[in-house]
């Protein structure tokens, strides 16, 4: 085993929707979970394909009320394959004896690989399956078997399909819900060896294409194969009938191209799956190609931590999944990135705010693609100005929870497992969504300097959203400041005051730092730009000069609740809430992290206690430096010293359940500093949150891709103390010292660059540049580099410096 390599010795049918997760392939356009070919009938094996931005709208009756809910759908099933002996049973891995079973994901490659040995009616087989999902050619995925008779000789039938019929049913709790989202429109053959699917979306009307071709091999020539079309029940395939030869190899090859109405560039997605599936090459030849992309792309995106093959593996498995998610094939689509990535549908693969964790590594790798990411909120600029209509307010307001075009997607009701309940949802007034847009476009524009971006499209964004906030923003005579209401927090678990009608909370002092700075950044970004444009865009918003002075006054006097004691209140009045009983508690139950739940099954309200899922004020330390932080309050007229920052650390984890796979991510950056130690513990936990499954059987309805990326992003710019102020990239590395050190690649403002860093030297390299110089800085001081350049800092305070030729 290797660094590259996630290895299963056995198979363990109570893992299997965890290893379908993990499994999972895909290229940034669609993505397949890794279950079992064969074993398209059984209960335990969930097939989902899922298609970047491919929605649908469905009505579904809760309680006696019509309810709409938004999915991201679970497309057909284009990898049914099965094979049975001499008219026995079909193949599955319950019903034979198993001699031998590996399965490894090589994410080097990007390749699924299964070898099993397996024994039915003392026939012993071989076989020996790998399937990719092209980065290469985002349109093509294939699946290879090859089956090796060795003690036994015979007919051998082979049924290859496209199931149609699937629903999107992957999540118990989704299943009083309407999951049913394709109709199927045609199935028929292609050519004599290849068959399709076409379906479309009953409400979004998207079509895919699916064509598969299947064809069989002995010694790299065609084998003589008798074969059977069927089409029924919105399933559509092939029966091959064929000879086995004792020891003698054959080898199946099923190969998919699959088109949608959404592609660039074609007529219909079914002629255009027709024509490349006419094209298509050998299985080994495209899997040539596909693995050239992923060494091209671990090229940009590897990161190394030096001594440390079980991390690297896991840090390699983030930046996989990320990849397979969201990547160089994703960038022009309508797309962003799913909290959940394209791996199942838990949240029903909508965007929530998990962007802020997972763009900075984006940022570094492939700006190009960062930047589409980002226009994916452009796009929906006027739902955002309408939903703040809606609302009474002024600029754009976006959703809690987005989709396909924008509106809120959030749902009305979910079902607590614990009690069974169905329980009204106010998690949508998270407001705090808009921050976080206005900073991805910041740091965005930190990173890559690109004007003509932010003069075209994230000046815009950020303007209306400071118009947003100013609207929601109320006088308060009394507090002589301006106060935000009726909202939620990142915590999530706190939604009303106890004994209170009425929905939300206030002063939720994250949100309403978030608002301040958005208003200061909008000031910030309209300086630099040209009169003429400047005065466009306050003209496309709405806003005068005299909006911007007013703008500039509320963004300063907005207010922030504190305790007397120099502790940042989550909200106000969140210190007069009750003290939670922790030692009980820990004593009824194994697992904390969903208290909500726990406690309204008991017919308690979290509502009543301060604890919270995760805690709003250590976001502000995640997000902004101790630096970034004091000068924020400073510009609002609080004096904040720093040494109050590890005092509001300390309180609100004693505060926190994590219950939200983002919390170990905040948690081990707020530490890093601190408490390396605990830091470093923390951090380990974040590694394991999704292989581990440490929130109990999450991982299997998909992956946590904000704590993925998020994991990543504390080895790039927390435990490498990266930061950027005023067009300077700052180091001040502190690793913690069961880490080695650290190896990275990066691009930022036009310059390629190589960080070998551990606890005696920090080495950088610029490789390559398109711009004439750049500024870094170390321990306070500037230095300049330009293409060729060489650093090495020493942690103790000395530094040589030459240039490479």
Not at 21 to 44: H, I, K, M, P, V
């Amino acid at each position: 085993m290797s660094d590259w390599e996630l290895d299963y010795s056995e198979w363990n049918p109570k893992q299997e929707g965890l290893n379908e997760t993990l499994c999972t392939l895909g290229n940034g356009y669609f993505a397949t979970r890794g279950a079992r070919e064969e074993a398209s009938c059984e209960r335990d094996r969930y097939a989902g394909t899922y298609l970047g931005g491919g929605f649908n709208r469905a009505d579904s009756v809760i309680e006696g009320k019509i309810i709409e809910n938004e999915d991201l759908v679970n497309w057909p099933d284009w990898t049914s394959l099965n094979l049975r002996i001499k008219n026995g049973d079909w193949f599955s891995l319950d019903r034979v004896e198993i001699l031998k079973f590996h399965q490894q994901l090589d994410m080097k490659s990007g390749v699924l690989n299964r070898t099993i040995l397996f024994r039915t009616h003392d026939m012993v087989t071989c076989l020996e399956t790998k399937r990719f999902v092209s980065m290469d050619n985002p349109h093509v995925a294939g699946i290879s078997w090859i089956i090796t008779p060795r003690n036994w000789e015979g007919e051998v039938e082979v049924k290859s399909m496209i199931d149609g019929s699937v629903t999107n049913n992957g999540i118990a709790r989704y299943r009083q819900l309407n999951g049913k989202h394709l109709k199927i429109l045609d199935t028929g053959l292609s050519s004599e060896d290849s068959f399709y699917l076409l379906c479309e979306t009953r409400e979004s009307q998207i079509m895919m294409a699916q064509v598969v071709q299947t064809r069989v091999y002995e010694n790299k020539c065609r084998l003589p194969i008798v074969r059977e079309s069927f089409f029924e029940h919105e399933k559509a395939g092939q029966l091959l009938k064929f000879k086995c030869r004792n020891l003698k190899s054959v080898r199946i090859e099923k190969m998919v191209t699959l088109y949608t109405s959404h592609d660039f560039a074609i007529s219909h997605p079914l002629k255009a799956a027709r024509n490349l599936n006419n094209e298509m090459r050998r299985f080994d030849d495209l899997l040539k190609a596909h693995k050239e992309k992923w060494k091209s792309l671990w090229g940009r995106f590897n990161i190394s931590l030096k001594g440390m093959s079980e991390e690297n593996k896991i840090l390699r498995l983030h930046i996989f999944h990320l990849l397979q998610t969201v990547s160089h094939n994703s960038i022009g689509r309508d797309v962003s990135v799913p909290s959940r990535g394209l791996h199942g549908e838990a949240y029903r693969g909508h965007i929530f705010w998990d962007e802020t964790f997972i763009f900075p590594f984006i940022y570094f790798r492939m700006p190009e693609l960062a930047r589409s990411l980002l226009m994916y909120r452009y796009r929906r600029l006027d739902v955002a100005r309408r939903l703040a209509k809606e609302e009474g307010l002024e600029g754009a307001m976006f959703p809690w929870q987005s989709g396909s075009d924008g509106r809120e997607e959030s749902q009305k009701f979910h079902l607590n497992p614990e009690s069974g309940r169905w329980i009204p949802d106010n998690t949508h007034r998270q407001r705090h969504i808009n921050g976080a847009i206005v900073y991805n476009i910041f740091k965005y524009f930190q990173v890559t300097n690109d004007r003509e971006f932010i003069s075209l499209y994230g000046t815009e964004i950020v303007l209306e959203i400071a118009q947003f906030w100013v609207s929601l923003a109320e006088f308060n005579p009394k507090k002589k400041r301006y106060e935000i209401k009726g909202i939620v927090g990142p915590d999530e678990f706190h939604t009303q005051y106890p004994e209170v009608e009425q929905h939300g909370l206030n002063n939720n002092a994250y949100t309403n730092y978030m608002a301040s700075w958005s208003i200061r950044k909008a000031l910030e970004l309209l300086e630099p730009l040209a009169e003429s444009r400047k005065n466009e865009l306050l003209r496309m918003v709405g806003v005068t000069e005299g909006d911007l002075v007013h703008w500039e006054h509320v963004g300063r006097n907005i207010y922030i609740p504190f305790q007397k004691d120099g502790i940042i209140s989550q909200f106000e009045g969140f210190e007069e809430l009750k003290d939670f009983n922790w030692e009980k508690y820990h004593q009824m139950y194994e697992d904390l992290q969903r208290l909500d739940r726990i406690l309204e099954a008991e017919g308690d309200s979290i509502n009543r206690y301060k604890v919270n899922k995760q805690g709003d004020v250590l976001m502000l330390f995640y997000l902004f430096s101790a630096e970034e932080i004091t000068e924020g309050f400073a510009w609002m007229g609080y004096e904040f010293k720093q040494d109050l920052i590890s005092k509001n650390i300390l309180y609100y984890l004693g505060h926190t359940s994590s219950g939200s796979s983002l919390s170990r991510i905040v948690h081990a950056w707020v530490l890093s500093r601190s408490d390396r130690k605990h830091s470093w513990r923390v951090f380990q936990e974040a590694l394991m949150s999704d292989l581990s499954d440490i929130q109990g059987g999450t991982t299997s309805e998909g992956i946590h891709l904000g704590a993925m990326s998020g994991t990543v992003d504390i080895v790039q710019r927390c435990f490498t103390g990266m930061e950027m102020h005023e067009g300077i990239l700052w180091f001040n590395p502190m690793l913690p010292d069961e880490l080695k050190g650290i190896e990275l690649t990066m691009r930022y403002q036009g310059h390629w660059i190589s960080v070998d860093v551990d606890h005696e030297n920090l080495k950088i390299t610029i490789d390559r540049s398109w711009e004439s110089e750049g500024k870094l800085g170390f321990r306070g001081k500037i230095y300049k580099f330009q293409e060729g350049s060489f650093f090495n800092f020493s942690m103790k305070g000395d530094y040589h410096q030459k240039e490479l030729s």
